[in-house]
């Protein structure tokens, strides 16, 4: 199977080669043009002006789009049998979108009669055959539009991950994976699960097609579901909920690409499947539509542009998931204005000398507990239970704690104008509306009452407001009544890992939902706005400055941009959903509150403890929208004997839950091996590990449990690209040609979910399995752990 991707990896690259040189050679004819047309300029006559202005701006225009398109545009082929008619568009593609009668034979054999790549920007060769079809072209559109149950010309649809001028892999899905195909005489290959459907479709049995057909039809109910409500998918393992989810994203952009151009967001579990994600689902033409995210990287401003990857105890990430830290954090947020953040003023007799205003600052480690003004001649304070009560007023309000600043100002200004008695100096009420503006305008021009008010009320931002929750009296203080003391204590020490000044640090995942969450309760200032670009002075010399186009930006700056600035989505598409906290769901919610929403998971998958809590927050977060809900029931990644094996642990975790039906036997029962006394989990799991890549020509992926993360990738370090180490909870919605588990009982025992956790562990491999046992396993004689025996 690696030889094959390889070899059409390679394919690919020859493809996009050609492509990108004449893309070369029509940016050489573009700057001629303009060259061209600078000479016209020395014929001085109206009509050479008027034809050069005319030729600069249409070659101006076509080189931008050139040069801005250059880096990665190319994401799609899809390989077509003959058509009914022999029409051709402008791209020179052919229009048909049915087959011909004969294109398939009564053998269910058929050859390609056309390929077509597909592409951001269309590119013709010297002869104008199409090198790549524009994603906009009518010829393009089976590229979205064709599923199985309706596959019209296409027999293979690939997507192309490409990154500058290199192509990193490929992934094809099979709509007739009952046709023998050849391209060019060959038959055509087919790399991922179409390979895998391709076995299936082929299949002697009739009952096996049949199998392949009912998988066809459930898969393209849910894809091409109406997207006015929420879409709720149920499946187990294998059954292509992934898969399903990110083909309808590209359908439902192409079918009303007007409607969904607020942008898909769709949100995955974990970074590695994010990885997978962007390679089965390509950029659908328009930059900014389709943002590919982890729940640990959702919110970039808190977490950074990688997102976090640090995962919490699981009594942490328990309660940090849990929605009673809502009333946590807003505590928090309030009691952190009464941690300083700035340096300790002057000495309050200094500043009284120069007629300033006294902070009350008396050690870094307070905060201003005394304002000092001079007023009509005298001097006016405020002491701490004054300034206290002010706090109070100022915080009964209901706006974001940053966006009640101006709110504590004015009552600042209401408490030293009443203290001053200068309401009672004048009964005209002009003349006292007179005097009290010109109080108020003195009092803050003066700049020692903005650093007491920066001091006092300080801008807050959502990493010092948890950075502060890592006092533990202080954080036992606010979440009194809602945490109990151990709670507290272990979330306090997991947030010392952050700066107690800035919040800056290393997050975890769960920790993000949080920052997010305080990011709601503070509220932030707006930002200044952006500076235009410039664009090169020189053309300021040509005289042509309003017929030349200025420089647009690139497909990728526009792309961060939009990610940036945008906070909400129109559709929403979750993916591995019953692993999300209510915390989760809380962060996620406020970025679909005018959404559709398509919500994909298992429940017996869930890593989760608390089901109930997090549907309550789920409902929350998709509102009173009508529900439409699937349900997937083939498993056509596992063959019968994993998914056999992994079904005895679904007893255990979900008594009475139905698994889903495998429809396929290789025939290789699953492997168990033993620790040998007074030898090591690492050598062992590193022979395993060596044995399976001898067995298979793919990839191998082994399980541990979050805290052996590290140490298994010591134990199979040199060992290649095609093994790799995962943490039980990052193998959710990842699949392998082999799978190792090592020490079920340590993944079953680490959380309350835990057999939930070694369930989906034990279902990640296409075609063999082995499972590793220590002494806590307690395994037979035959090596079967406890947990994995009738």
């Known amino acids: 199977m690696a030889d094959v991707r390889d070899h059409e990896i390679g394919v690919e690259q020859q493809h996009l080669d050609r492509a990108y040189r004449r893309l070369v050679e029509k940016i050489d004819e573009a700057e001629f043009l303009m060259r061209d047309a600078a000479q016209l300029g020395h014929v001085g006559t109206p009509g050479a002006l008027a034809e050069r202005d005319a030729q600069v701006f249409r070659a101006g225009i076509h080189l931008n789009r ?3 398109e250059f880096e990665d545009f190319l994401f799609g082929r899809i390989d077509l049998l003959a058509g009914k008619d022999g029409k051709k568009g402008p791209d020179g593609a052919f229009t048909s979108v ?3 009668e004969d294109a398939i034979r009564p053998d269910d054999t058929a050859d390609i009669a056309e390929t077509l790549h597909i592409g951001r920007i269309g590119v013709l060769d010297a002869d104008y055959a199409p090198l790549v079809i524009d994603w906009r072209a009518p010829a393009a559109a089976p590229f979205y539009r064709s599923t199985p149950v309706a596959p019209g010309r296409v027999v293979r649809r690939r997507v192309i991950r490409s990154k500058g001028r290199r192509v990193l892999g490929v992934e094809d899905d099979l709509m007739r994976p009952e046709l023998t195909a050849r391209l060019d005489g060959e038959r055509l290959p087919v790399v991922g699960d179409g390979a895998l459907m391709a076995a299936l479709g082929q299949a002697r049995s009739h009952s096996m097609r049949d199998i392949v057909a009912s998988i066809q039809a459930e898969q393209d109910l849910v894809i091409r579901a109406p997207a006015a409500s929420v879409t709720l998918v149920e499946g187990g393992p294998g059954t292509g909920k992934t898969a399903v989810a990110l083909h309808r994203a590209a359908y439902l952009l192409y079918q009303d690409r007007r409607r969904y151009a607020g942008g898909i967001l769709i ?7 994010v990885a997978y994600t962007e390679g089965v689902l390509p950029s659908l033409g328009e930059e900014g539509q389709v943002a590919i995210r982890a729940v640990g990287s959702l919110a970039d401003e808190a977490a950074g542009p990688a997102g976090a990857t640090e995962y919490d105890a699981p009594a942490v990430a328990r309660v940090k998931g849990s929605a009673r830290m809502l009333n946590v954090l807003r505590r928090a947020a309030r009691g952190a204005l009464e941690i300083p953040v700035t340096p300790p003023a002057p000495e309050p007799d200094a500043e009284e000398e120069a007629g300033q205003l006294s902070l009350g600052l008396t050690a870094p480690a307070r905060t201003p507990t005394r304002l000092r003004v001079v007023a009509f001649g005298r001097r006016v304070e405020l002491e701490a239970p004054a300034l206290e009560a002010v706090r109070r007023s100022a915080l009964s309000g209901t706006a974001p704690v940053n966006l009640l600043r101006p709110r504590a100002r004015k009552l600042l200004l209401d408490a030293l104008w009443e203290r001053s008695g200068g309401g009672n100096r004048h009964t005209d009420p002009e003349l006292a509306a007179e005097l009290r503006s010109g109080f108020d305008e003195d009092i803050t021009s003066e700049d020692s009452f903005t650093a007491f008010l920066d001091a006092w009320w300080p801008e807050l931002t959502p990493r010092r407001v948890l950075a502060v929750m890592a006092d533990e009296r202080r954080l036992a203080r606010w979440s009194r009544r809602t945490l109990n ?4 204590r272990r979330v306090a020490r997991s947030l010392r890992r952050l700066d107690p000044e800035t919040g800056a640090g290393p997050l975890s ?8 969450e305080l990011h709601a309760i503070l509220g932030a200032p707006a930002r200044p706005r952006r500076k235009p670009r410039d664009y090169d002075p020189l053309d300021e010399l040509t005289g042509l400055e309003e017929l030349m186009p200025r420089r647009e ?8 941009r939009l990610a940036e600035e945008r906070t909400e989505y129109t559709h929403v598409i979750v993916d591995e959903a019953q692993d999300l906290t209510p915390m989760q769901w809380r962060m996620i919610g406020r970025r679909g509150r005018h959404a559709t929403w398509t919500v994909v998971g298992d429940p017996a998958q869930s890593s989760w403890p608390d089901p109930d ?7 929350e977060a998709l509102g009173n929208r009508p529900r439409r809900r699937f349900t997937l029931t083939v498993n056509y990644r596992n063959p019968s004997e994993v998914a056999d094996l992994a079904s005895r642990v679904l007893a255990l975790a979900m008594p009475g839950s139905e698994p889903p039906r495998a429809v396929r036997s290789t025939g290789i029962e699953p492997h168990f091996a033993v620790v040998p ?8 799991v590193r022979a395993e590990a060596e044995r399976l890549l001898g067995r298979v020509e793919g990839t191998v992926g082994v399980v541990v449990a979050m805290n052996r993360r590290a140490e298994a990738a010591r134990w199979l370090d040199g060992l290649g690209d095609r093994v790799v180490a995962l943490g039980s909870l990052e193998a959710k919605g990842l699949e392998y040609d082999a799978t190792l588990v090592a020490t079920p009982a340590e993944i079953a025992e680490e959380s309350v979910a835990g057999l939930r956790v070694l369930y989906v562990a034990l279902t990640r491999a296409t075609q063999q399995l082995t499972v590793v046992s220590g002494e806590r396993d307690d395994p037979d004689g035959h090596g079967v752990p406890d947990l994995l025996r009738d």
């Open 509 to 516: 995942v769960h920790d993000v939902a949080l920052l997010d």
């Open 98 to 100: 049915e087959p011909a």
């Open 485 to 488: 003391q151990g709670e507290a």
């Open 553 to 560: 930006e690139s497909r990728r700056e526009r792309a961060e």
């Open 66 to 68: 050139l040069n801005n």
């Open 613 to 619: 809590e997090a549907a309550e927050a789920r409902d």
């Open 267 to 273: 949100v995955s579990p974990t970074p590695l499947l």
């Open 677 to 684: 006394e007074g030898g090591s989990l690492g050598a062992t």
